[in-house]
């Protein structure tokens, strides 16, 4: 009886280097997103050499405990009362000075946008969930005033100025026209949201 004959043999040899050219090709051509993070001036770690006097009433403070309770200006606040009193606080132009300002210059409150400073404190065990919240709010109190100003200045939002600024596929000659307004707007309502120490419950 005849011998079958068996299977033929497949050739793997080059199966490593076309495995090797895959890899190359999506590391070459993969992107990789990565996340803005959050701007916020956290405190340094040494103290400076010289003193800055900074007024408390030019301080804006805001505690989160570990319930997710809110404690601003040392009384207690409901999430959604935050951002009106964070813009009431920033638009306050106390000392006459913000010509665009068109808070209630109550003389207890900020000097002008430029000297006010809002301060962020949470608990260690804040839920992370309610810390973004909160500074969403804040953000937001900023974004509004902004945007405030730039309707009046150029009838166009802050925020949609400055994502077309930050965009880049944005054409050069047109984001170097958005640079100057976007700076402009910003000088006027500097975001000076300041992380203070972390605190820990008993």
């Not at 040899?13 to 895959?22: E, N, P, Q, R, V």
């Not at 505690?63 to 040392?74: M, P």
């Amino acid at each position: 009886m005849p011998r079958r004959k068996g299977a033929p043999e497949v050739n793997a040899g080059s199966m490593a280097d076309i495995a090797f050219l895959l890899l190359i090709f999506f590391l070459v051509t993969t992107t990789i997103e990565t996340d803005a993070g959050l701007d916020r001036m956290l405190p340094p770690m040494e103290p400076p050499e010289e003193d800055v006097v900074i007024r408390q009433k030019n301080i804006f403070t805001v505690n989160i405990n570990r319930n997710g309770q809110l404690l601003v200006e040392d009384e207690l606040m409901d999430l959604k009362g935050l951002r009106q009193a964070a813009v009431a606080f920033l638009d306050n132009g106390a000392d006459g000075t913000c010509n665009y300002c068109q808070g209630r210059k109550n003389p207890e409150s900020s000097d002008n946008p430029a000297k006010a400073i809002i301060s962020l404190k949470n608990d260690r065990e804040t839920k992370y969930s309610t810390y973004i919240t909160v500074q969403n709010e804040l953000v937001g109190a900023y974004n509004e005033l902004r945007n405030r100003e730039a309707q009046r200045l150029y009838g166009r939002d802050f925020t949609e100025m400055e994502g077309k600024y930050l965009n880049p596929e944005t054409p050069s000659a047109e984001r170097d026209d958005l640079k100057e307004k976007v700076e402009r707007v910003q000088k006027m309502y500097p975001q000076k949201l300041s992380e203070a120490e972390t605190s820990t419950s008993n």
